[in-house]
């Protein structure tokens, strides 16, 4: 910059001064050239100013407007994709993926480049989805050990006030209708296998079995206004796709998982479209959060805050209703969802929400990015490390930890460099927005934190939830990224399990047990291996070890009721069971466990009682409704029996078993037609030696002889060598009827 001339005064000079005319002439000429030069300019400009003022116009006035065309009357079909990143999905620009039903619904409808959940857990991310606040709010900050509470208002809950339909189709134990996602929905299967009597350790059911579930439920409802959610488990550890994908992906079985579950994405489409209501239904998938595969030094999920677990994929879509191939840049976040759909549905949204309408950013109206509040209290609870909560903000990421860290996302989208001690000012900006966050956010409603049960402890062990902390440190805990050796080391030792190479597994578990003999599961970890080896002594030594060490631990003593049951130990595995109901009179496993003991020891009575508590707990588990309506019938409860065998008819309508008993116990009321209707039907669907012979008894108290016998005879022919005395009586029973006949 040239320094401006310093001013003097001017002293009086002996110089003649130039005549003030010759200086206006030299004044005048300058102006001149001056004016000159001034219309040029103004004369380049004019067509400039003309050919921008035109391009405004034509951007603002001509260019294709985006519309959309808001419907009340739509359908709406959440569909969450549980594990799945959105960089591993092929219309988010993975070339080795298989994801054509994905890639097509977001070259149909509009895909968000950006989306982060809340919570890289999946109990917690949904209770933002279907809420529309954030975890700090609706408290659910880890699975199995919150429930969502009542109170909070969920879209189901909404959409159900509107007239809706409201189903919810689940594949995991960690979103079972017990931890209150259940709000709002006429109907919640969350059953995972029919026949099971405890709810199995892998606690998943295949994408295949949950379409099945929702396409049988949409040919009985589809004639009206529905909220369906329909979630998949598949991408989740242990990754195990079924054929073809397991020989198509034997080098990325994760992509395996995602490209099958994409193929039944693919039949609900195909399942809406024959409906003929594809075209008035909007359609939201959503991952609930990512997975590591190894990145960042994590394995799976929930440990840490990272983009690999906290990016997932979000596309929604509406056949002319939203505009095709849209791509929406500006970050976003899972509790947008609910406000979103409001907006489509033109339903008013509660200020208890706290997202926003993505609508704006479809429409091109907004663009800038939402900051995201983020949070993992999985490695305190589960481990006994430090929760982490963090803030993304612009271009920036920051997490709150015993050693707090700060990304530059825009330069460092992988989070490679903590900055954290460069970037003081940015620090202390984002960590003071974060406390404002908390301190809006954090509700004052009652915490929904609940006691996990030993059963749902030991189920969600299966899926790597894992609570190996039972008692929080008041010091300051550890920061999870000093302990992910250890974490691996658990990891390792699952993965060891799945793989059915158990010698591994108990060794690692050994190890485990030496660093934390004061954790029940520990104890359990190696006792289930053992067992899956065979080694049931060993098993039972390890558990009473444990049950030594904590007297009054669920898990340890659940698990040891099992073992006996598994002995046959009847007795040993009753009292098991009744010291854990003296610390949780609620516990499933050993009200159901105690019920059906009881019955086998003779003892009806007592066991009704523990019968009608499980049901309360879990109405649809079908061995207890079975083993519920045998006992009502053996102990003179005849009518009772018959309502309860009716209801499981409806519900299974193809199983014998069910018409076997009914027919028997109408038989034991006399009401013979009945029994005779049940009992063939029985036959039909399944004969066995106790149908043949008891249609034979009632046909012949019914009159009819000749077909009495021939059933008779049946019985006879189906008898195994080892029945020698059931056959002795039938076949003097058989001659009787013969010498009657002849008569």
């Not at 895909?111 to 975890?135: A, D, E």
């Not at 809706?164 to 209150?180: E, I, L």
């Not at 854990?580 to 105690?594: H, I």
């Not at 009881?598 to 009704?608: Q, V």
Request: glycine content about 6%.
């Amino acid at each position: 910059m040239p320094k401006k001339k310093r001013r003097t005064k001017r002293r009086k000079s002996s110089r003649v001064s130039p005549s003030r005319e010759v200086i206006s002439k030299e004044k005048k000429k300058e102006e001149q050239l001056i004016n000159k030069k001034h219309r040029k300019i103004f004369t380049f400009m004019i067509p400039v100013s003309i050919l921008l003022i035109a391009s405004i116009f034509v951007f603002y006035f001509l260019s294709p407007k985006i519309e959309i065309k808001r419907d009340s009357n739509l359908h709406v079909l959440l569909i969450t994709l549980d594990t799945t990143r959105a960089d591993r999905i092929g219309c988010y620009g993975y070339a080795m993926g298989k994801t054509p039903n994905l890639d097509t619904l977001a070259s149909e409808g509009v895909r968000f480049s950006n989306t982060y959940c809340q919570v890289p857990l999946t109990c917690p991310s949904h209770s933002s989805i279907l809420t529309g606040t954030h975890p700090l709010y609706h408290q659910v900050h880890n699975n199995g050990t919150y429930y969502l509470d009542s109170d909070l208002l969920t879209l189901a809950e909404v959409l159900k006030g509107k007239g809706f339909k409201t189903a919810a189709f689940v594949s995991s134990f960690t979103v079972d209708s017990r931890f209150g996602l259940d709000q709002g929905f006429d109907f919640y299967d969350d059953k995972f296998s029919e026949e099971e009597v405890f709810k199995a350790l892998h606690s998943e059911r295949k994408a295949e079995e949950v379409f099945i579930s929702f396409s049988d439920w949409l040919d009985r409802n589809g004639t009206r206004q529905f909220f369906c959610w329909i979630h998949f488990f598949d991408p989740h550890l242990p990754y195990n796709p079924p054929s073809p994908y397991k020989e198509e992906f034997v080098e990325s079985p994760y992509d395996g998982e995602i490209a099958y579950m994409d193929y039944y994405v693919g039949k609900i489409i195909e399942k809406l479209r024959e409906r003929n209501i594809l075209n008035n239904t909007l359609i939201i998938l959503a991952g609930d959060h990512g997975e590591a595969l190894g990145e960042k030094e994590e394995v799976d999920h929930g440990v840490f805050l990272y983009d690999v677990t906290m990016k997932v994929p979000l596309i929604l879509y509406a056949e002319e209703k939203l505009p095709k191939g849209k791509v929406v840049e500006a970050r976003v976040r899972l509790i947008d969802l609910m406000p979103s759909i409001l907006d489509m549905l033109i339903i008013p949204m509660s200020e208890e929400i706290q997202g926003i309408t993505l609508l704006p950013y479809i429409e091109g109206k907004r663009k800038d990015d939402l900051s995201s509040y983020i949070e993992t209290y999985y490695p305190k609870e589960n481990f006994g490390w430090s929760e982490l909560v963090g803030l993304v903000d612009g271009d920036w990421k920051y997490i709150k930890a015993p050693r707090e860290e700060l990304y530059n996302l825009k330069r460092d989208p992988r989070e490679e460099r903590n900055v954290s001690s460069e970037e003081k000012n940015i620090l202390s900006d984002k960590r003071g927005k974060l406390e404002d966050v908390i301190e809006n956010y954090s509700s004052g409603r009652r915490a929904g934190r609940r006691e996990m049960t030993a059963e749902e402890r030991e189920r969600l062990r299966s899926l790597g939830y894992v609570e190996l902390s039972e008692v929080s440190s008041k010091e300051q805990l550890p920061d999870p990224k000093d302990r992910i050796d250890e974490f691996r080391m658990i990891h390792q030792a699952k993965m060891f399990e799945f793989q059915e190479n158990y010698r591994e597994a108990a060794q690692i578990f050994e190890k485990i047990l030496s660093l934390r003999p004061n954790a029940p599961s520990s104890y359990v970890n190696l006792a289930l291996v053992y067992a899956k080896m065979k080694k049931f002594e060993e098993a039972i030594h390890i558990l009473k070890q444990g049950i030594e060490k904590i007297p009054r631990s669920e898990i340890l003593l659940s698990r040891l009721g099992h073992t006996y049951l598994v002995l046959g130990r009847l007795e040993k595995a009753l009292e098991s069971m009744q010291a854990v109901l003296k610390t949780n009179s609620r516990y499933f496993d050993a009200l159901l466990a105690s019920a059906w003991i009881l019955g086998i020891m003779g003892r009806k009575e007592e066991a009704l009682g523990y019968f009608e508590k499980a049901i309360e707990i879990e109405p649809e588990n079908k061995f207890l409704r079975m083993n519920y309506a045998l006992n009502l019938a053996t102990s003179g409860r005849t009518h009772q029996a018959l309502e309860a065998y009716n209801s499981l008819k409806t519900d299974y309508p193809d199983d014998y078993r069910i018409y076997q008993n009914l027919g028997i116990t109408y038989g034991n009321l006399g009401e013979l037609d009945k029994s005779i209707q049940n009992l063939k039907k029985a036959i039909e669907i399944h004969p066995t030696p106790l149908s043949f012979y008891n249609l034979a008894v009632a046909l012949r108290k019914k009159g009819n002889l000749e077909e009495a016998i021939y059933y008779l005879k049946l019985y006879l022919e189906n008898l195994s060598e080892e029945e020698e005395e059931a056959r002795k009586r039938a076949q003097i029973e058989l001659r009787a009827w013969e010498k009657m006949l002849k008569k």
